[in-house]
């Protein structure tokens, strides 16, 4: 065996025993290092004659680029042992449970949820949206809206009142939404075009009334707008609000001081499976909303003249709504804030109701 | 509204079936709340027991063979003390559903005997409590025929649910108009009341109102002498059971069936106990009645009364007086039919708490040219049912029925409706309802009839066509389009509503809506409780004021949700606070409370709390961090927030915070909470909590243009360096931050406080504070020296403005 065959034996037998990055380095140093082993035999390169450089010069490299070989080779495989005793090392239990995230845990009250879905279907179809103050005069909750003094139908509101002050007015609480009907008309000149979702107040509670409670007003007033165009947009609202393709709806001539005609709305449904109301289908009728043309008396409480100047008005009661479109059986849960309650029946914080994406997910 | 389908028939000829009149009757207007057509008496037919054998195998039974009219006859066993051979009585066959025991009968072996039906008591027909013995019927019962028809069981009733301007229709005769306007059958004319009278009735009227004559138009009342008044006939008795009224007495029956059969209330006073003549006044303050609910009242001259010498006889148009009522000892019958204000009736009605089906009928409005015709008809009622002779009505007061004009261009109902309904139809339509219409053309005049009072305009004229021609003939017409695509439709003010609930709940909590009204002592809790904001008729004492803050309701909510056993919750609310009784004295606050260790990272311990921070009770801090949420979210300029320390009195002085914009802008408040108010409101626990007024924040300023500002990176990379510097405790770490990030405002990009350290080797009252500054380079790489200098420019800021010296 020659000298060099034994260097090769002894580095090859080395570089293999290497268990490490760190002792594969010291082989190399060893051997290709500035005072290897082959580093020196290559050294002697320059001393040789050209015929003995041709025979043990080529030996010489052929061992060179051998053990190299050999050691990129060992050094790869021990950088790939290294990785995958440190993944072994880094392995968790991934069965142990994360925190929810907030978006996940957080909630929108049905309530807030139900206006955005409205203000999205109305918005489409050209209408803005109005608020009003809840604590009211008489005048606006009232007498603007064609409730004369003492008449039986101030008796259908059970009104909250406030003390009297000096001069022996007292203040109320709306008992509906429609004061910002005349509030808007004083405001703004026709074409007017909102909605108005709010609270209000009655001196009355059981499972479906509570003293606190939600309604959602319309309010269109142009030159032209008439019972044909009510009809269109309560049918289109109901369509899209209960996201189904068609509803059938009833009206029946009905009486508000500050409509005239006036009608309630009956929409046709399925109530047979209990307490769940299917819309589009069936043959029972549920009373939904109230709506009429804006009563003359009312338009010139707002300023306008009722003989240029004509509209329509509709309410209805938003947490009543979302009873029926959500399935919550008593309304004065909703002002419970009970968690579980909330949990439930609530909407995640990115649930955001459009038309683009769909009103409910 | 109640009445029977045979009573509508006196009026109304029609073979229309009871659910076409139904549907008819909804359409028009007159929604039908509830129909019993009283199917669940079809059942039953009249039968007669052949045999009556004892029971072989029980003494108190016995074997009938039962004759029903049809086929052989049916053995039944019956307990019936009085059944027996030859009687006629009411059977059921086995699969007829019995309401009085709630029981659908079946063939049966009763002591093995088969029985196959039973022979009803009045108890199982639910048409009494009568369970003595079976039904026996008189011999005129026919074998074979329905009972329900024989016994006047079978006239369906109708609920209507009557809208208040709808005075007309609280008379059955009124809804047999509207229904025969409708095209539903024609309305039979009424009888012309034909009888004789002999003598004046004795008694006269005075009225005694001065100036306020209006409030009795009008008064007639007649004298019938020598009546007997015994029980009223069957068929008015069943009549006025079917619709929920106890029949009396003859006299007492007619009135109220005159009450709904023609909407006109009437008063019977016994002649012999009235004494002198009668006038109708004001009440003296203080005046006590006994009346015919036998209950006294005290009245007041805002009460009209009728009186004679004995003192007050009647609550005029509401209700009588004990003392004069008619009984099976009158002989002698006064009856009154009068006219009251509408208003007056409501408002002493109201007041003395009477609800009756005339004051019902008075404050909507009565027919006054029904007042001598309606005398008229109770009259020959009165001859007809209790015999006796009457004298000439006394009509006071009544100045007769102006009828109202209403000026009707035609094309109303189109401009109103677009419905196209041509004029002669219109037209015929208002005839039908009795309107009066003059004039051609375009434009008529019509002329209401005495029973409309509600009909004053053209737009109710245009309902009167619509509903008789049909609401639902219209066919939705989209709404004009603006011929656009829609704009921003809302407020900056509703924006920030609906980001700051998003935003809210973005960091977990729960959006709660508690009431707008609270107690009063919560109330002054937190700075509220004025009078003004103070209901005069709350529900419930505990919801008697208008809330000041957001923060009582959700802090009682977190308790009630800790009491049930969730102590960890996160909650806000979005609404309406208030300052006082005008429009603007009505605030829109973003507030919310932590309870617990309900942080936004999560409630409760979990494995990996070390890593994240979670289960330490909510903090000042928490809540801190929940406000500027909102802030942020609403667009609200952070650079210019500043936060003071301390806030309102609810809050603990030394854990809470004031935001700012500016000297004057209060953005809100945070913090966690005074104990005494805690403790006050009965909550414990960790608590915090905050409220941000959307209200307060300015508008956004206008941009020209959407275009954001052009960014310029820095190609040099950024540097962080360290800090601690030791000041005195009281020293705010914001102070320091400021003074640093002010030292040299364009390479100090950001600064934050990374640790705080207080300790014995500081000294007393000493606090480290050690923050982290960020540095970047603009134009070239920092050399040492630059940063040599950046940082002694820092560490003087820090010293000139804290007097912080840096740790050594």
Redesign the interface.
């Known amino acids: 065996m020659s000298e060099l065959d034994t260097l090769e034996r002894t580095l090859m037998d080395a570089i293999a025993a290497a268990a490490d990055e760190p002792s594969i380095e010291a082989v190399r140093v060893g051997a290709l290092g500035k005072k290897g082993s082959i580093s020196d035999l290559l050294k002697t390169l320059g001393t040789m004659t050209p015929e003995e450089r041709q025979t043990r010069g080529a030996a010489i490299n052929a061992l060179k680029t051998v053990v190299t070989e050999a050691l990129t080779a060992r050094k790869a495989a021990l950088k790939d042992a290294a990785i995958t005793e440190r993944l072994a090392r880094e392995t968790v239990d991934i069965s142990l449970p994360v925190r929810s995230s907030p978006t996940e845990r957080g909630r929108i009250h049905p309530i807030s949820q139900i206006v955005d879905e409205i203000t999205a279907i109305f918005a489409d179809m050209g209408f803005a949206m109005a608020e009003g103050p809840d604590v009211e005069t008489d005048y606006y909750n009232f007498t603007a809206l064609n409730f004369p003094e003492g008449h039986p139908a101030r008796e259908m509101h059970d009104t909250f009142f406030f003390q009297p002050d000096e001069n022996g007015e007292r203040k109320v609480l709306r008992t509906h939404t429609s004061p910002v009907q005349v509030r808007t008309m004083e405001a703004q000149k026709p074409p007017i075009r909102i909605i108005i979702p709010g609270k209000t107040y009655r001196q009355d509670s059981d499972a479906t009334h509570s003293p606190m409670f939600h309604q959602v007003e319309g309010l269109v007033v142009d030159t032209k707008a008439n019972v044909a165009n009510l009809r269109w947009v309560l049918e289109e609202f109901c369509k899209t609000f209960f996201e189904v393709d068609n509803v059938t709806m009833r009206f029946r001539p009905s009486f508000f001081p500050f409509t005239e005609p006036s009608f309630e709305v009956d929409i046709q449904c399925d109530r047979s499976s209990g307490p769940i109301v299917k819309f589009g289908e069936g043959t029972d009728w549920m009373e939904i909303l109230g709506c009429g043309m804006v009563h003359p008396n009312v338009l010139r409480a707002g300023g306008l003249d009722p003989d240029i100047y004509q509209g329509f008005a509709f309410g209805m009661g938003l947490d009543r709504i979302a009873m029926l479109k959500y399935g919550m059986p008593d309304l004065r849960n909703f002002f419970d804030a009970d968690v579980r309650w909330m949990t439930h029946y609530g909407f995640r914080p990115l649930d955001m109701p459009t038309l683009f994406g769909g009103l409910s997910a | 509204m109640k009445f029977t389908l045979s009573w509508l028939k006196d009026h109304l000829e029609t073979d229309a079936p009871l659910e076409q009149i139904c549907e008819r009757l ?4 007159l ?1 039908v709340e509830h129909v019993d057509d009283k199917a669940a008496y079809k059942p039953f037919v009249i039968a007669k027991v052949l045999t009556a054998e004892k029971h072989p195998q029980a003494d108190k039974l016995k074997v009938l063979m039962v004759d029903t009219g049809m086929g052989a006859p049916i053995q039944v066993v019956c307990g019936a003390p009085n059944a027996r051979t030859g009687l006629v009585g009411a059977f059921a066959a086995p699969g007829a559903y019995v309401p009085g025991i709630d029981v659908t009968l079946s063939v049966g072996t009763i002591r093995g005997v088969e029985s196959r039906g039973m022979m009803c008591s009045e108890k199982e027909l639910d048409m009494s409590d009568n369970h003595d013995g079976i039904i026996d019927l008189p011999d005129d019962a026919q074998v074979g025929q329905s009972f329900a028809a024989y016994a006047g069981l079978d006239d369906p009733i109708i609920e209507i649910n009557l ?4 005075p007309d229709c609280t008379s059955i005769y009124g809804i047999a108009r509207d229904l025969a306007a409708s095209g539903l059958g024609t309305l039979k004319a009424p009888k012309a009341p034909a009888f004789t009278v002999s003598g004046e009735t004795p008694v006269k009227v005075k009225l005694d109102l001065g100036e306020d004559a209006h409030l009795c138009p009008g008064f007639a009342l007649r004298l019938v002498r020598g009546v007997n008044n015994g029980p009223s006939p069957r068929w008015m008795q069943q009549r006025l059971i079917a619709i929920g009224l106890r029949p009396i007495n003859a006299l007492v029956d007619i009135t109220n069936y005159m009450t709904f059969d023609q909407g006109r209330p009437l008063h019977v006073f016994d002649a012999a106990k009235v004494k002198g003549d009668l006038v109708v006044r004001r009440a003296v303050e203080g005046e006590k009645v006994l009346a015919l609910d036998t209950r006294e009242y005290t009245l007041s001259p805002a009460n009209v009364v009728i009186s004679d010498d004995n003192g007050i006889e009647s609550i005029g148009g509401i209700m009588g007086g004990e003392h004069s009522g008619c009984d099976e000892n009158t002989v002698d019958v006064l009856i009154e039919s009068a006219l009251w204000d509408p ?1 007056n009736i ?2 002493s009605g ?1 007041a003395l708490g009477i609800i009756t089906d005339a004051r019902y009928r008075f ?2 409005g009565v027919d006054p040219e029904y007042m001598v015709p309606g005398l008229e008809r109770a009259t020959e009622l009165v001859l007809d049912l209790c015999g006796g002779t009457a004298a000439k009505a006394d009509v006071t007061g009544y100045a007769g029925y102006t009828p109202k004009q209403v000026e009707f261009p035609v094309s109303e109902v189109q ?5 196209t309904v041509g004029a002669e139809e219109s037209i015929a339509t208002l005839k039908n309802l009795g309107f009066g219409v003059s004039g051609s053309g375009e434009t008529v005049s019509v002329s209401v009839p005495s029973w409309r009072p509600d009909v004053d ?1 053209k ?2 004229l ?2 009167e066509v ?2 008789m021609h049909g ?2 003939k ?9 011929g656009a695509v ?1 704009g921003k ?3 900056t003010l ?1 924006i920030r509503t ?1 980001v700051a ?17 609270i107690s009063k002592a919560q109330a002054e809790l937190f700075g509220g409780g004025k ?9 419930a004492a505990d ?1 008697s004021d ?1 809330r000041p803050s957001l923060l009582p ?2 802090l009682t ?1 977190a308790q ?2 800790a009491d ?1 056993g ?1 102590g960890d ?1 996160a ?1 806000f609310e ?3 606070t ?1 300052e006082n ?3 603007s ?2 605030r829109r606050v973003a507030g919310g409370i932590r309870r617990g260790n309900a942080s ?3 409630a409760g311990r ?3 709390n070390s890593l ?1 921070g ?1 289960g330490k009770p909510v903090d000042v801090f928490d809540a801190k961090a929940d406000a500027i949420a909102v802030l942020e979210a609403c667009g609200v300029p952070m650079g210019n927030v500043q936060f003071e320390a301390g806030g309102p009195s609810w809050y603990h002085p030394g854990r809470s915070g004031t935001i700012k914009l500016g000297p004057k802008i209060v953005l809100g408040h945070f913090g966690e909470f005074h104990p005494k108010v805690l403790e006050a409101l009965d909550v414990s626990g960790a608590l915090a909590g905050f409220e941000v007024y959307l209200d307060a924040m300015p508008e956004p300023k206008k941009k020209a243009t959407r275009t954001k500002p052009a960014l310029e990176l820095s190609p040099f990379q950024a540097v962080k360096r360290d800090f601690a510097f030791v000041v005195d405790k009281s020293v705010e770490a914001g102070a320091i931050l400021k003074a640093a990030s002010t030292a040299d405002r364009k390479l100090v990009t950001g600064v934050n406080v990374f640790d705080i350290f207080e300790g014995a080797s500081l000294g007393e009252g000493r606090k480290s504070v050690a923050i982290e500054v960020t540095i970047q380079p603009v134009e070239r790489t920092l050399t040492d020296e630059d940063f040599e200098a950046l940082t002694g420019k820092i560490i003087a800021n820090v010293a000139k403005t804290t007097g912080g010296v840096l740790r050594g």
């Open positions: 909804t359409a028009i207007g929604e809208t208040p301007n709808r208003m409501a408002k109201r404050e909507r401009r109103l409706t677009g419905l305009g737009a109710d245009v309902e619509l509903r609401v639902d219209i066919a939705p017409a989209p709404l004009e389009s603006h829609s439709i809302l407020t509703q609906r609930k998003r935003a809210l709940a973005s960091r977990g909590m729960l959006e709660a809506v508690t009431w707008s009204f009078p003004a904001l103070s209901l005069a008729n709350p529900i919801m208008m309701g959700l909510a009630r949700n049930k969730f919750v909650i979005v609404s309406g208030y009784d005008t429009p004295g009505q936004m990272a999560g979990s494995w990996s994240k979670g």
